[in-house]
């Protein structure tokens, strides 16, 4: 196996069981090693630090698989670690009785670079690390194992991949897709389109926000903004809104959200608007004609890949939360999030304050909104994105 030794001094953060090994700690590699292949991580000094996988293209030039000695690097080791992850989730109180989670989330499991989620029957694999690709195959029987699903769906397709040298990927790698997928959450059933759809086929993270939605949504108009497939509308609905108005520029997300209002019989559709436009100037003609809303959601996509982008991403954000304020009526709520890699919490509270301050409003947090937890053993290294949000209140 070859050898990674780090320079003098950086062996302290692998010490403090970061994961990650950048390639400026990296001093040399001793022996012979391919994209993914497993090399032991020494110290300058040439004490044992770990075992990890091999990334030569990437500035992440190796994850750690294990701080252990004695654990060797096999493909037992990879279904202990799938069946422990799923044994987590199935203990979680959280989790219990939703068919739509997240199973494995990257190095809060211990194997970084490996997202699997669970929607009912089908489990969607994502890897993003050159680790992850060299085990697929172990970790593939691991969640069939685990799990005992029916079809795992790989969808390797992130730009994350082309930084550590890997083409993009997507197909069954295990049984056959059913054709009309769905799950419950919180009550309300759901489509997922795990080939064409965002993500791994559906924003889980969001999940519990959703359900917080319909708390707040009780005889109330709602604005759900960037709606995609309608999740937080359908919620408000549940909640029993008033009415809700959602927006979104796509076309197709907009079918989909009506056709997973349709799977719910229950709920009040004639109190439902579905609208296809440009979220900002929908928000700026919405003003024009003097409409307000009890609550606003506000759920765009990404505006910061990276902390290159953050001032064009801030300018943004402030700009859509600004008009978010200035439709609100007096007690409403909005429910504002980033998904922005290069904009910290910090910054995304500054922005929205700000915003607040240009509207002329007094708005209080009420609460500080987060994903949603499918990994309770601690949050994942962030890798290109990772969710933040805030529910205000205006008097």
């Given at each position: 196996?070859?050898?990674?030794i780090?320079?003098?001094?950086?062996?302290r953060?692998?010490?403090?069981?970061?994961?990650?090994?950048?390639?400026g700690?990296?001093?040399?590699?001793?022996?012979?090693?391919?994209l993914g292949?497993?090399?032991?991580?020494?110290?300058?000094?040439?004490?044992?630090?770990?075992?990890?996988?091999?990334?030569?293209?990437?500035?992440?030039?190796?994850?750690?698989?294990?701080?252990d000695?004695?654990?060797?690097?096999?493909?037992?080791?990879?279904?202990?670690?799938v069946?422990?992850?799923v044994?987590?989730?199935?203990?979680?109180?959280?989790?219990?009785?939703?068919?739509?989670?997240?199973?494995?989330?990257?190095?809060?499991?211990?194997l970084?670079?490996?997202?699997?989620?669970?929607?009912?029957?089908?489990?969607v694999?994502?890897?993003?690390?050159?680790g992850?690709?060299?085990?697929?195959?172990?970790l593939?029987?691991?969640?069939?194992?685990?799990?005992?699903?029916?079809?795992?769906?790989?969808?390797s397709?992130?730009?994350?991949?082309?930084l550590?040298?890997?083409?993009?990927?997507?197909?069954?790698?295990?049984g056959?897709?059913p054709e009309?997928?769905q799950?419950?959450?919180?009550?309300?059933r759901?489509?997922?389109?795990?080939?064409?759809?965002?993500?791994?086929?559906?924003?889980?993270?969001?999940?519990?926000?959703?359900?917080?939605?319909?708390?707040?949504?009780?005889d109330?108009?709602?604005?759900?903004?960037?709606?995609?497939?309608?999740?937080?509308?359908l919620?408000?609905?549940?909640?029993?809104?008033?009415?809700?108005?959602?927006?979104?520029?796509?076309?197709?997300?907009?079918?989909?959200?009506?056709?997973?209002?349709?799977?719910?019989?229950?709920?009040?559709?004639?109190?439902?608007e579905?609208?296809?436009?440009?979220?900002?100037?929908?928000?700026?003609?919405?003003?024009?004609e003097?409409?307000?809303?009890?609550?606003?959601?506000?759920?765009?996509p990404?505006?910061?890949?990276?902390a290159?982008?953050?001032?064009?991403?801030?300018?943004?954000?402030?700009d859509?939360?600004?008009?978010g304020?200035?439709?609100?009526?007096?007690?409403?709520i909005?429910?504002?999030?980033?998904?922005?890699?290069g904009i910290?919490?910090?910054?995304?509270?500054?922005?929205?304050?700000?915003?607040?301050?240009?509207a002329?409003?007094?708005?209080?947090?009420?609460?500080?909104?987060?994903?949603?937890?499918?990994?309770?053993?601690?949050?994942?290294?962030?890798?290109?994105?990772?969710?933040?949000?805030?529910?205000?209140?205006i008097?």
């Amino acid at each position: 196996m070859a050898r990674l030794i780090l320079l003098p001094g950086k062996e302290r953060s692998v010490m403090r069981r970061h994961p990650w090994i950048f390639a400026g700690s990296v001093a040399r590699l001793e022996g012979r090693a391919r994209l993914g292949d497993t090399v032991e991580v020494l110290s300058d000094d040439g004490k044992f630090l770990g075992r990890a996988a091999w990334s030569p293209e990437s500035q992440i030039r190796a994850r750690m698989w294990t701080f252990d000695a004695d654990t060797t690097v096999d493909h037992a080791f990879f279904k202990r670690r799938v069946a422990a992850s799923v044994a987590r989730r199935a203990s979680h109180p959280q989790l219990e009785g939703n068919d739509g989670l997240r199973l494995i989330h990257g190095e809060s499991d211990g194997l970084p670079g490996v997202i699997a989620d669970r929607y009912g029957p089908v489990v969607v694999l994502q890897l993003t690390s050159a680790g992850g690709e060299k085990w697929r195959d172990a970790l593939v029987a691991g969640l069939v194992q685990a799990t005992g699903c029916s079809t795992v769906y790989e969808r390797s397709d992130s730009d994350v991949r082309g930084l550590e040298g890997l083409e993009p990927r997507a197909g069954c790698v295990y049984g056959e897709l059913p054709e009309d997928l769905q799950i419950t959450e919180h009550g309300v059933r759901m489509a997922v389109d795990v080939v064409g759809g965002h993500k791994t086929g559906f924003y889980l993270d969001q999940r519990d926000n959703r359900w917080l939605t319909g708390r707040f949504a009780r005889d109330r108009e709602v604005l759900n903004c960037f709606c995609y497939t309608g999740g937080f509308s359908l919620q408000a609905l549940a909640g029993g809104a008033r009415s809700v108005l959602s927006i979104d520029s796509s076309g197709p997300a907009l079918a989909t959200a009506a056709r997973n209002l349709v799977l719910n019989p229950q709920l009040p559709a004639d109190r439902a608007e579905w609208r296809e436009d440009d979220v900002f100037q929908a928000l700026r003609a919405l003003r024009a004609e003097g409409r307000k809303f009890g609550l606003i959601v506000l759920d765009p996509p990404k505006f910061a890949p990276s902390a290159a982008h953050a001032d064009r991403a801030s300018r943004a954000y402030k700009d859509i939360n600004l008009l978010g304020f200035r439709l609100l009526a007096p007690g409403g709520i909005l429910m504002t999030y980033s998904c922005s890699g290069g904009i910290g919490l910090e910054l995304f509270q500054k922005i929205v304050a700000g915003a607040a301050v240009d509207a002329g409003v007094d708005a209080r947090i009420i609460q500080r909104l987060s994903a949603a937890p499918d990994h309770p053993v601690g949050l994942s290294v962030p890798e290109g994105e990772y969710l933040k949000g805030l529910a205000l209140q205006i008097d």
